[in-house]
């Protein structure tokens, strides 16, 4: 089956660094790539949608100044999170498209602001 | 707006079995997936509805109405590796978005 790898798996920083996710699929080329953000006890929220070789388009209060995504190639999609504040701690999860209609998701990534 | 409903929360008995429904407003509708979810971990996928009818895997059945708005996801035969959030998701029409319910929270009691 598909596989999507995430990384890291968690990650500690300090407020007003940056840090960079990656997602990447593994063994398909990946047309499209999502990521979501997931608060405790709730469900996935879209973020933004990225294409390979075109900008990212942003859900509605999504700053894109603050969650850079950048997809370069089929396989790598990257979500930055710059200048970090402890209200951006949460669950961020990638998923891909292939040339079907499912959407594989990475393991997900335990962001932790301190 | 995209509107989709679950129950927020539901017990079975191992070995037992259980539907969790869901009901979904949205502007599109291009296919009904649903996806399992243990805590702190990213989603697997379990199956994937078009048309109407019951799509049958093992121990795991998904239905759908689409005049309804309306997708049951069955687990028969529960262990207790069930205890998961179940997530209902629909993907709209023109795009390849997928928009969640806010998830079952199954717990599966000896």
């Known amino acids: 089956g598909a596989v999507v790898s995430q990384h890291p798996s968690w990650v500690i920083c300090k407020s007003g660094t940056s840090v960079k996710i990656e997602c990447r699929s593994l063994d398909f080329q990946a047309t499209t790539m999502f990521w979501y953000r997931q608060f405790p006890k709730q469900s996935l929220m879209l973020m933004a949608t990225?294409?390979?070789?075109?900008?990212?388009?942003?859900e509605q209060g999504v700053e894109k100044d603050k969650f850079l995504i950048n997809h370069a190639s089929l396989t790598l999609s990257t979500l930055t999170v710059t200048s970090a504040h402890p209200e951006d701690s949460s669950f961020y999860i990638c998923s891909a498209l292939g040339g079907g209609p499912i959407h594989f998701f990475g393991q997900g990534t335990r962001l932790t602001v301190v | 707006g995209q509107n989709i409903d679950q129950p927020t929360e539901m017990t079975a008995t191992e070995g037992a079995i259980v539907q969790i429904n869901c009901t979904y407003q949205?502007?599109?509708?291009?296919?009904l997936f649903w996806y399992q979810q243990h805590a702190g971990e990213a989603p697997t996928f379990l199956s994937y509805?078009?048309?109407?009818g019951l799509e049958e895997k093992g121990r795991f059945s998904s239905f759908l109405s689409r005049s309804k708005g309306y997708s049951y996801l069955l687990l028969k035969e529960l262990q207790m590796k069930d205890s998961a959030s179940y997530l209902c998701?629909?993907?709209?029409?023109?795009?390849?978005?997928?928009?969640f319910g806010t998830g079952t929270r199954l717990t599966v009691i000896p």
């Open positions: 949205t502007s599109g509708f291009n296919g």
């Open positions: 990225s294409n390979e070789g075109s900008k990212a388009t942003y």
């Open positions: 509805n078009v048309l109407d």
């Open positions: 998701a629909v993907r709209d029409t023109g795009a390849n978005n997928l928009f």
